[in-house]
């Protein structure tokens, strides 16, 4: 199978980039589409989202002219306003997360009709994050939406970082999906951070993981120590990676979207700053032996299953200040 990673342009360093020249009307952008100010104009913030979708139509495009099975864009990857500290010019928005809720809603369900219908259209399975509404409260919503244009799988992130969680619900569940490519889930950004979020999805014996995230190095770490923890991730679990971001804005960001193998290799990486796809082609397989293993020894996988000892990890349940 082949797997894709879009490394693509978020919305708003297109609009940096064009207006690199006219500092005031980039600022002037961004009291507009700024959830945070009191100068938000939601008008406008959804005709910049309803633009930015036609850039993504390009790259479903691309990925359809290299005969691609799956396509996972970055996280946020629809996020037609953002929740940012006022900037200059403009005071609080004290409707902050009221406005957040109703535009969210609306690009939550524009967004998933789109991959639904671009989907259909180019028989390419596609994978986001966007955030979604549910109940009256925003998360961050990873989506796969399958050939023939519905929704095969929706999860929620778990793991939140202490300034997502200011706005954004946490989800429970570690939802998976049964597809002609193998069984998926999803790890979101921050969620890779935690190796029981992987050993959870490998419990339940899904295949290739989909990472849509924003960045993936700390800042204490060297450049290459965000896909040495994916490829250990892919590796230990035996699960294939697709690793999706924005093209850095700035030289100083560790970015770069991959497809990694079961084994941890890598199969395609795109680095740097530019947009493109990291195109690579997988092969998915549930037998796993050592070199030595004759042919009656049991999976590793299967084996490393029945060897877990949950009774002994009471400790991963308290809970650490």
């Given at each position: 199978?082949?797997?894709?990673?879009?490394?693509?342009w978020?919305?708003?360093?297109?609009?940096?980039?064009?207006?690199?020249?006219?500092?005031?009307r980039?600022?002037?952008h961004?009291?507009?589409?700024?959830?945070?100010?009191?100068?938000?104009?939601e008008?406008?913030?959804?005709?910049y989202?309803?633009e930015?979708?036609a850039?993504?139509?390009?790259?479903?495009?691309?990925?359809?002219?290299r005969?691609v099975?799956?396509?996972?864009?970055?996280?946020?990857?629809?996020?037609?306003?953002?929740?940012?500290?006022?900037?200059?010019?403009?005071?609080?928005?004290?409707?902050?997360?009221a406005?957040?809720v109703?535009?969210?809603?609306?690009?939550?369900?524009?967004?998933?009709?789109?991959?639904?219908?671009?989907?259909?259209?180019?028989?390419?399975?596609l994978?986001?994050s966007?955030?979604?509404?549910?109940?009256?409260?925003i998360y961050?919503?990873?989506?796969?939406a399958?050939?023939?244009?519905?929704?095969a799988?929706?999860?929620?992130?778990?793991h939140?970082?202490?300034?997502?969680?200011?706005?954004?619900?946490?989800?429970?569940?570690y939802?998976?999906?049964d597809?002609r490519?193998?069984?998926?889930?999803?790890s979101?950004?921050?969620?890779?951070?935690?190796?029981e979020?992987?050993?959870c999805?490998?419990?339940?014996?899904?295949?290739?993981?989909l990472h849509?995230?924003?960045?993936y190095?700390l800042?204490?770490?060297?450049?290459?120590?965000?896909?040495n923890r994916?490829?250990?991730?892919?590796s230990?679990?035996?699960?294939?990676?697709?690793?999706?971001?924005?093209?850095?804005?700035?030289?100083?960001?560790?970015?770069?979207s991959c497809?990694?193998?079961?084994?941890?290799?890598?199969k395609a990486?795109?680095?740097?700053?530019?947009?493109?796809?990291a195109?690579g082609?997988v092969?998915?397989?549930?037998?796993r032996?050592?070199?030595?293993?004759?042919?009656?020894?049991?999976d590793?996988?299967?084996?490393?299953r029945?060897?877990?000892?949950?009774?002994?990890y009471?400790?991963?349940?308290k809970?650490?200040?």
């Open positions: 199978m082949i797997l894709a990673a879009a490394q693509i978020s919305a708003k360093t297109r609009v940096a980039r064009r207006l690199q020249r006219y500092p005031e980039r600022q002037q961004f009291l507009k589409y700024n959830l945070g100010a009191s100068t938000y104009d008008t406008y913030a959804r005709a989202g309803e930015y979708l850039y993504l139509e390009q790259w479903v495009q691309k990925a359809a002219d005969n099975d799956l396509l996972l864009f970055p996280e946020f990857c629809f996020t037609p306003g953002v929740l940012a500290a006022p900037g200059k010019g403009a005071n609080p928005n004290p409707n902050a997360k406005d957040a109703r535009l969210y809603k609306w690009s939550g369900q524009l967004f998933t009709d789109w991959l639904c219908k671009q989907a259909k259209a180019t028989r390419i399975m994978a986001a966007s955030y979604t509404v549910r109940r009256g409260r961050n919503t990873g989506l796969l399958d050939e023939q244009g519905e929704i799988l929706r999860y929620e992130k778990i939140l970082p202490y300034d997502e969680k200011v706005y954004v619900a946490t989800g429970n569940d939802t998976v999906a597809t490519l193998g069984r998926i889930g999803f979101i950004c921050y969620d890779v951070v935690f190796p979020h992987h050993s999805l490998a419990a339940d014996k899904v295949q290739i993981v849509p995230s924003g960045g190095t800042p204490d770490e060297k450049p290459d120590m965000g896909q994916l490829r250990v991730r892919a230990d679990h035996h699960c294939a990676l697709v690793y999706a971001s924005f093209a850095p804005e700035n030289d100083w960001e560790p970015r770069e497809v990694l193998a079961q084994n941890g290799d890598v990486c795109i680095r740097g700053k530019k947009a493109g796809l195109v082609e092969t998915i397989s549930d037998n032996r050592w070199p030595a293993d004759t042919p009656d020894s049991p590793f996988q299967a084996l490393r029945s060897l877990r000892r949950p009774q002994t009471e400790p991963l349940l809970k650490f200040k």
